[in-house]
């Protein structure tokens, strides 16, 4: 081995040697340098699992890891507290959490799960653990091994309980401004840049005679349709001409006025709605206010109208304050009293008007009128001729508009003339009834002054044949007994005609009158003949009367049957029968009866049929004045030869 | 017949007084009739306090003083207001019977239309009078 080899050999050494040092330093550094690396990229994956944990554990939605079972694995600290269970302790299943009602859509959602490996903005309803429905929100995936097989499901979960309901008021109050602007008493129109219907409502409609519903007109060009409706205005082409203007300033505008043909008064205004600095589109409002504008000019009219009723109505019309004192009279008023408003506008009614005794009245009726009574009463005034006067008044108390009693009206008829005629009346009849008492003490004194000589001549007739006893011849005794019975008619016809005149005049007092008693009475004091008998069929009533006039009653009727029975046997009866609201009465006879014609006359005073000693022809005519007092009518059938029944009915 | 009646008439139709008067004698009795044509005649008889009737017929229709404004002056004084006295009329009038005993009268008879009848009624009219005992004097 040369030394040359050797020393080749050693510098070859050598230099594997310093390759060697040069390999291991940089071994060494790149050692070091890996070691470094793996130190950070350790570090990273620390840090990294260490920032996913914490973005899972303060997370604010809930963080939720299920097996496919739906069996829970794991919650975030959200939601623990959205479910309220704690899985560490708690065994939770996802399909218990779910709301029954969204059960179906839970399922479908499961199922999308499944099928695509994720699901996306869920929402639905959930229990918690306390049975509170909460809304949520849920994107969910599934969970993949390394060999991509499933092996669990994550979701997460977002508590949107509070936006569903926002969303639902919201939902709410948009339904009520478009019920609102629905049934509006303006009619509205919002257009967009385009001028195209946005949104109108029933109004505008109604306003412009457009026979559509709202919903039809939405999207319609507003510049043709204003052309089509400029013929409803009274000026059509200033219509557009402002219309035009005003689309053109886009600016606000308020309480433009427009005429319309039909004479209706609208209100328009015109409003730009911008959000921001974006133009949203214009809203027009039309406002009918023809009734606002003409209200004053009707309650003019109106105002006018009761004026001159109250001007001309041909009753005095008073108006006083709460002192008595005069605020206004009416035209007819002037004329009733003699005085102008001026001369008594400001005094008081009761001085200027009153006779004796009537501001006493007029203080009595302004305290009613205090208490807010109306009514009517008679005054006797004088009016400025100094000629007393009666006014019928009508009252009522004035109120202000606050309801507060500010005086009050009276209304005033001149009843002078009535009032004259009552008082007339009230004379008349107090006339007539002191004439008729005079009349009444007249005929007895008359029926006194005649009756009085009929005995004088019966006295000295009898005188007479007593002092010639024997000395008469037959002829003259008939004469006598003429004399005498003459007497007794002419007495007869005197007490008739004074009872005739005394049925009426007398206003006895009524009272119970038991007809049975009457008759058993009347039939002791009246002369019957043994061949008559009187037959009473059923018990009498007791009726309301005058107990003297009813008995001369049923003994002119039973007399005038006894005094015409001209049969063998003579029947009389008497029955009753039981009408509503009268007794009615049967007097029956088998006496000589009445021709037909001469049923109305008999009633008929000095009517007497049969001229006879003992018949005056006023009997039935006192019958009848009887009956007629007693609120009855009367009548008869009657057949001649065979006999007569009359039949009459008494008032209850 | 116990009794002697001083009757004072008060009755204006002489007739009358005659038919009274013949009563009297066609029965025989011993009655003495004081006349007074009106009531003012018998308030003067009546001023006589020492020779007073015993009874009074008194008819109710006369000329100025009527008959019952003549009970009414009798029965205000105080010693005549005692007589007994019983109207003697024609009048039936129902108003005038109550006016009548309302003041005070002894009786109320109406004149009959028939002599024989007005003989009996004031034979016993006269006849009840005497069996009663009268304040004499």
Redesign the interface.
């Known amino acids: 081995m040369s030394q040359d080899q050797v020393d080749i050999l050693k510098r070859a050494l050598d230099r594997e040697k310093k390759a060697r040092k040069a390999a291991e330093k940089i071994l060494e550094e790149k050692s070091r340098e890996l070691y470094l690396t793996s130190q950070k990229l350790e570090n990273l994956l620390d840090e990294k699992s260490s920032q996913l944990q914490g973005v899972f554990e303060n997370i604010v939605d809930a963080y939720v890891v299920m097996n496919l079972n739906g069996h829970v694995l794991k919650f975030n600290e959200a939601a623990t507290r959205l479910f309220g269970y704690d899985v560490d302790r708690d065994d939770v299943n996802i399909v218990n959490l779910i709301y029954k009602e969204d059960y179906q859509y839970a399922i479908t959602c499961f199922m999308d799960l499944q099928a695509n490996g994720f699901f996306k903005d869920y929402e639905t309803r959930i229990y918690t653990k306390s049975k509170e429905v909460k809304w949520v929100h849920v994107n969910g995936s599934i969970v993949y091994d390394k060999n991509k097989n499933p092996i669990a499901a994550q979701g997460i979960v977002r508590d949107i309980t509070a936006e569903k309901a926002s969303e639902e008021k919201l939902i709410e109050s948009e339904n009520r401004l478009s019920t609102l602007i629905l049934n509006l008493d303006s009619g509205i129109v919002l257009e967009d840049e385009n001028r195209n219907i946005v949104l109108t409502n029933k109004k505008f409609c109604d306003l412009f005679n457009i026979e559509a519903q709202p919903s039809d007109l939405i999207g319609k060009d507003c510049v043709t349709s204003s052309q089509k409706n400029k013929v409803l205005f009274k000026d059509p082409a200033a219509f557009i001409k402002r219309m035009q203007a005003i689309d053109k300033a886009k600016k606000i505008v308020i309480g433009d006025e427009l005429e319309m043909v039909d004479g209706k008064i609208l209100e328009r205004n015109y409003m730009p709605i911008t959000i921001g600095e974006k133009s949203k589109g214009f809203l027009w409002t039309f406002t009918d206010v023809t009734l606002k504008r003409t209200y004053r000019k009707s309650l003019e009219v109106q105002k006018q109208k009761y004026y001159n009723i109250i001007a001309n109505m041909n009753l005095g019309l008073v108006e006083v304050n709460n002192n008595d004192e005069i605020l206004m009279i009416n035209q007819s008023f002037t004329e009733m009293s003699g005085y102008s408003e001026v001369e008594v506008k400001g005094k008081k009614a009761a001085e200027i008007f009153s006779a004796e005794g009537g501001t006493e009245i007029i203080k009595e009726e302004n305290k009613k009128r205090q208490k807010g009574q109306s009514n009517s009463y008679e005054f006797t005034a004088i009016c400025k001729k100094g000629k007393t006067r009666h006014w019928l008044i009508s009252g009522a108390p004035n109120y202000n508009l606050e309801g507060e009693k500010i005086g009050s009206i009276g209304i005033h008829l001149d009843i002078t003339e009535l009032k004259e005629l009552e008082l007339q009346k009230e004379k008349l009849l107090l006339k007539l009834e002191r004439s008729n008492d005079e009349l009444q003490e007249y005929a007895?004194?008359v029926?006194?002054?005649l009756?009085?000589p009929?005995?004088?001549i019966?006295?000295?007739?009898?005188?007479l044949k007593e002092d010639n006893k024997g000395k008469l011849d037959d002829i003259s005794l008939k004469n006598f007994s003429l004399i005498?019975a003459t007497?007794?008619k002419m007495?007869q016809l005197i007490s008739d005609v004074l009872d005739y005149s005394s049925i009426g005049t007398?206003t006895n007092i009524k009272a119970e009158v038991n007809l049975n008693k009457l008759l058993t009475d009347l039939t002791t004091i009246l002369y019957i003949p043994n061949h008559i008998s009187v037959k009473i069929l059923n018990q009498l009533p007791v009726i309301k009367g005058d107990a003297t006039k009813l008995q001369q009653l049923f003994q002119n009727l039973i007399s005038n049957a006894v005094k015409f029975i001209d049969k063998e046997v003579g029947l009389i009866i008497i029955d009753f029968e039981d009408l509503k609201s009268h007794y009615k009465f049967i007097i029956k006879d088998n006496g000589i009866g009445i021709d037909k014609q001469f049923h109305d006359k008999i009633f008929k005073i000095f009517h007497a049929l049969n001229k006879s000693k003992d018949s005056t022809g006023i009997g039935l005519s006192i019958v009848k004045k009887i009956v007629d007092l007693h609120e009855g009518q009367i009548w008869l059938e009657s057949e001649p030869k065979v006999g007569t029944t009359f039949y009459f009915t008494l008032k209850k | 017949m116990n009794n002697m009646l001083k009757v004072l008439l008060i009755e204006d139709d002489a007739i009358e007084v005659m038919k009274l008067n013949r009563v009297i004698s066609t029965l025989k009795l011993n009655h003495k009739i004081i006349e007074a044509n009106n009531g003012e005649d018998a308030l003067e008889i009546l001023q006589q306090k020492d020779s007073l009737p015993d009874i009074i017929l008194l008819d109710l229709n006369m000329p100025k003083i009527n008959g019952i404004e003549f009970l009414g002056i009798l029965k205000n004084d105080d010693n005549l207001k005692y007589i007994p006295t019983i109207i003697l009329t024609t009048s039936n009038n129902q108003k005038d019977l109550l006016e009548c005993y309302k003041i005070g009268v002894a009786g109320y008879v109406l004149k009959p239309l028939k002599y024989e009848d007005y003989v009996s009624k004031i034979e016993s009219l006269l006849a009840y009078w005497s069996i009663n005992e009268l304040i004499k004097g």
Do not use: G, P, T
Request: hydrophobic letters at 35%; aromatic letters at 4%; a negative charge.
């Open positions: 007895h004194i029926s006194h002054d009756k009085s009929l005995r004088s019966d006295a000295l007739v009898n005188w005498e007497l007794e007495e007398d």
